[in-house]
């Protein structure tokens, strides 16, 4: 009698855990963008959920942001407009929004209901990046009542408050503005504390600095602002990134034009780019030059 019917792509995470020597798996939160997150294959690297019920609780085969791991969100924006200044708004929303969908709950082990956990955010004080607004990050998602801002003297010691709030199982996700260069030792340090922990780690830089990967982490991703397409009223439409995934482990890279809507807190690929080939049939230049 022949067993139950196995799909390739369970088939395909079952060898990749069996290349692992057995490793468990790491969960995954989904970002919301059904194509972002198909482009992340358990998780961005290798250890999400296998699809088949297993440990993983990625959903759609595990494919998300994952968790117990560091995350790397450029700022896109060109150096002459960047000089002296922190994050742009358009990478500093992409990476708040993707703190907040990391410290939402797995709804499988809360009763069916996602809830969120606090979200650690840590940045040098007196910085250009010392300039977080507190309604727009609400309207992403980290209402103030699940936000902790750690104001450090040093860039030294935002990494050690990074490192210190990731190991707390108790944080779902650590958004860090490190300025400088980040060594590897300080990469790989990250990334320990985001697995002893199990939350997940963003590392936000701005375009003045050094453009090469963080050490240690499984997706880069590079944000600038896109142009918004206005309503019939002659209003601002909805906010647009244009969002590139530069590096996944186990991935391609990928873009995309995502849109922000803010009543609904809805993120989705822009309207009416939808109906258009995807990056994901064809080689992305802006990956491969960025």
Do not use: K
């Not at 963080?214 to 918004?228: D, K, L, M, S, Y």
Request: aromatic share 4%; charged share 25%; glycine share 16%.
């Amino acid at each position: 009698m022949s067993g139950p019917a196995i799909d390739l792509e369970t088939l395909r995470a079952r060898v990749r855990r069996l290349e692992r020597g057995g490793r468990p798996v790491r969960p995954t939160r989904p970002l919301g963008v059904p194509a972002v997150d198909a482009a992340l294959p358990d998780g961005g690297d290798g250890d999400g959920g296998d699809g088949d019920g297993g440990d993983g609780d990625g959903g759609d085969g595990g494919g998300g942001l994952a968790l117990g791991c560091l995350h790397h969100v450029a700022d896109g924006a060109p150096l002459e407009r960047a000089a002296g200044g922190g994050a742009g708004g358009a990478a500093l929303a992409f990476a708040a929004l993707m703190a907040a969908r990391l410290a939402t709950t797995d709804p499988a082990r809360t009763s069916g209901m996602a809830r969120p956990r606090p979200v650690v955010w840590c940045l040098r004080a007196g910085s250009p990046d010392d300039s977080l607004y507190g309604p727009g990050l609400a309207a992403l998602g980290l209402t103030p009542a699940r936000l902790i801002v750690v104001r450090a003297p040093e860039a030294a010691d935002v990494a050690w408050a990074m490192e210190e709030a990731l190991r707390c199982p108790d944080v779902g996700a650590v958004v860090g503005q490190i300025p400088g260069r980040l060594d590897p030792a300080a990469g790989r340090r990250l990334t320990l504390a985001a697995e002893a922990g199990g939350g997940g780690a963003v590392l936000l830089r701005p375009a003045r600095e050094p453009a090469e990967s963080v050490p240690g982490a499984v997706t880069r991703w590079r944000v600038t602002p896109a142009p918004a397409v206005p309503t019939p009223w002659g209003e601002p439409g909805r906010a647009r990134w244009s969002v590139a995934l530069e590096h996944c482990r186990n991935g391609l890279p990928r873009h995309w034009t995502l849109e922000w809507t803010h009543d609904t807190g809805d993120l989705d690929l822009a309207a009416d780019l939808r109906d258009r080939p995807s990056d994901a049939d064809s080689e992305c230049l802006l990956c491969r030059t960025g």
